[in-house]
């Protein structure tokens, strides 16, 4: 069935992401009807009002809104923006995200970031902000009127007097909080996440957290199967900086959720890389996190890659579900290939080259087959042995088609050779590890790729008694810390060993398939050629 989306522009950069990303519906051949509509600052300042009738009426005929960017300013410039004939009957500017959310009881922002490159344990979690109470519900006052002024009392007031000062309200309602709570268990489900956390201060706002903690703890009930917990956001914040691969989604009000999410876009990478979706009534819309950005408008350096991201969560919502992995997947590969990035992520590209890169490589035009080679072993880094293998795994590679982009020697340290994997996972398409020439640097890869996977080593009962029997042919005696070799993560592939005793083993790990070998040179080559994923 065709689905129509409606596409708002926007102000700033808006423009020039739309104009990029826009071309990949097309490369998708999707049975999807794009209309371009109007909304933001020159709106506002062509008749007063940033979201005109006409495109209201759009968005009540479309199936989702795909968003741009919205230049937002204060109650003085937005009037000052005005012509005179409009300053009187404009009215305040109120932005047009407020506008979407509240009119359409948009009521979640739903914000996922995940790991896509760079020195960090690959994780994959998800922020859902409220989007229509808290603070950022209206209730902002100047001066303290008499109405008020019974309850509303400090020391500091009396210093200059009530109308020298301001005040908000933090409005939540059991509606809101129910509603918001559910859609974060329900996306955890929908996305198997085994943990919501709700980021609050209750510590300091006593009754509205209170309040709000009584709602959550009701709602996780009914979801035995998810941890559910609560935080201080400042805590939370800290530990999504330091270890974001141990959350899942991360809920809160409105204010708190707007920090958090863009803490965790820089997380992901900053900005440029993070997309958005506000979901909750019949029509959804969904927009690039960056926001307009009029110091960068019309020199085409903006990074398309969060307007990508965002179209496929967009697909996704629309039920397009292959589509939006392949989308995702092109964009994680010209990220990390590096060759055609924006000035953001250390390239030289244009926005429209990236974009274009992206495009082709959702095309096939460019494979993602990187690899990079981990050799283990204390006397390889003394040079007590010469290194072959890693000469021979690099050849052997590069006749298959990859592309290998890190060659590295660690040492029998079971943390160094995780942190190596680690530093590799979901940049590369294939990962081969190597034990060095003892038994111990084996046995510590393999533990090492245990913890990383976080799967307990099983014993293999068919490969334990191979192992024996051909040791025992050879005349080698056969003791119980053998048996190690005959021991792998729990969703290990293993890969047979015809001209040696140890066997390897193959796994994925977020995105990245782990190759493990011993250390003969003889045998590696027979194993390397047995592996479907890289012949």
């Not at 530990?239 to 141990?246: D, G």
């Not at 996972?425 to 060095?436: A, E, P, R, T, Y």
Request: include cysteine; aromatic fraction near 8%; charge should be neutral.
């Amino acid at each position: 069935m065709n689905k129509k989306i409606l596409v708002l522009p926007g102000d700033g950069i808006g423009q020039e992401v739309c104009e990029a990303a826009l071309p990949v519906f097309k490369a998708l051949d999707l049975p999807v009807t794009l209309t371009i509509g109007d909304i933001g600052w020159t709106c506002w300042e062509k008749e007063g009002n940033p979201v005109p009738e006409s495109t209201w009426e759009q968005i009540s005929s479309v199936d989702a809104v795909l968003l741009g960017a919205i230049t937002s300013k204060g109650k003085e410039a937005a009037l000052q923006a005005l012509p005179l004939h409009l300053r009187e009957k404009a009215g305040n500017y109120i932005s047009p995200v407020i506008q979407l959310r509240q009119r359409l009881s948009l009521y979640a922002n739903i914000r996922p970031i995940r790991y896509i490159e760079g020195e960090r344990k690959p994780f994959r979690c998800c922020v859902i902000r409220e989007n229509t109470e808290g603070l950022y519900a209206g209730f902002d006052f100047k001066g303290i009127s008499s109405t008020v002024a019974d309850w509303l009392t400090h020391p500091n007031i009396d210093k200059y007097g009530p109308e020298e000062a301001a005040w908000s309200v933090r409005l939540q309602t059991r509606f809101g909080l129910e509603r918001l709570f559910t859609t974060a268990f329900e996306y955890a489900k929908k996305n198997n996440y085994t943990r919501v956390t709700f980021a609050d201060k209750p510590n300091v706002m006593r009754e509205s957290g209170h309040f709000a903690k009584v709602i959550f703890d009701t709602v996780a009930a009914r979801y035995p199967a998810i941890n559910a917990d609560i935080h201080n956001v400042d805590a939370v914040a800290l530990w999504l900086v330091k270890k974001p691969h141990e959350f899942g989604v991360i809920v809160a009000e409105n204010m708190f959720g707007d920090i958090l999410s863009d803490l965790a876009a820089g997380v992901m990478g900053g900005l440029g890389l993070a997309p958005s979706a506000n979901i909750g009534g019949d029509i959804a819309y969904f927009e690039p996190v960056h926001g307009s950005a009029p110091n960068m408008a019309g020199k085409n350096k903006a990074n398309p890659a969060a307007m990508f991201y965002t179209i496929a969560l967009l697909l996704e919502y629309l039920g397009f579900i292959d589509e939006a992995m392949r989308i995702n997947y092109a964009v994680d590969n010209v990220i990390r290939t590096g060759k055609t990035v924006t000035y953001d992520l250390g390239g030289e590209a244009t926005t429209q080259q990236m974009a274009q890169a992206i495009i082709d490589t959702l095309n096939g035009k460019y494979a993602n087959k990187s690899a990079s080679i981990i050799m283990v072993g204390d006397e390889l880094l003394s040079g007590q042995y010469i290194n072959t293998n890693l000469q021979n795994i690099n050849l052997h590679l590069l006749k298959k088609g990859y592309k290998v982009k890190q060659q590295q020697v660690c040492t029998d340290d079971i943390h160094q050779i995780a942190t190596s994997i680690i530093h590799r996972l979901g940049q590369d398409s294939l990962i081969v590890v190597c034990g060095g020439p003892s038994a111990t640097s084996g046995d510590k890869t393999r533990k090492a790729i245990a913890r990383i996977a976080g799967q307990p080593l099983e014993i293999r009962n068919d490969i334990w008694m191979e192992i024996q029997q051909k040791l025992k042919k050879l005349g080698i005696y056969c003791d119980s810390s053998n048996q190690l070799q005959a021991m792998f993560p729990a969703n290990a592939e293993i890969i047979p060993n015809i001209a040696g005793t140890i066997p390897g083993f193959s796994l994925n790990i977020d995105g990245s398939k782990i190759i493990a070998l011993p250390n003969s040179a003889s045998q590696i080559q027979l194993m390397l050629s047995e592996i479907h994923s890289i012949s």
